[in-house]
C-alpha cells in the first residue's frame, strides 16, 4: 500500500511540474500583427511564474518597417490588465528584434495583455495602429 501511495504522489508531482512548464513555455502567434507600414512578426509570447519578474507578458518578435520612404519610425505596444500603453521603438528603413515584458505591479501575476503594432506619424498626423491583439493567460 505504502509503494502504491508513494508511486501516486510521485506521478502526481511529475504530470504537475509538466504542467507547470507547459504553462512557462513559449507560444507562437500564428499571423504577424500589421498595420500600414509597420509589421511584428515572428511574434512569440509567455506568462511568466508568478514571483518571477513579475509574474509578466513576456514577448518578441521582429518589428519591421515596411515603408522605407515614408520617414516615419515603427513601434510596439503593449499592456498589462487594461493600463496605460508602454512603447518599444523600432527604427527607420529596418528590422529591430524585441524581446520585452509587461507586468502589473499591484498583483502576484498578469493574467490579461494587450498587444499592437503602430506607425509614428509625427505631431500634426494621428498614428496608424493594428487592431489590438488580446492575451489571456
Known sequence: ??????????AGLFFGGMGVAAA???HSV???LVTTGASFEEVKYRWEPAGVKH????????LRDLNDNDG???YVEAR??????????GVQKGTVSLNE???DGATRYTNTADMRVCRDRGALRPNNCSHIRAFKR
Not at 500500500?1 to 510521485?10: E, I, N, Y
Open 55 to 62: 509574474g509578466g507578458f513576456r514577448f518578441k518578435g521582429a
Open 1 to 10: 500500500m505504502r509503494k502504491f501511495a508513494t508511486a501516486v504522489v510521485a
Open 24 to 26: 512557462d513555455s513559449w
Open 101 to 103: 515584458s509587461v507586468h
Open 72 to 74: 516615419h519610425n515603427v
Open 80 to 89: 498589462a490588465h487594461a493600463y496605460g500603453w508602454q512603447r518599444f521603438k
Open 30 to 32: 500564428s499571423d504577424p
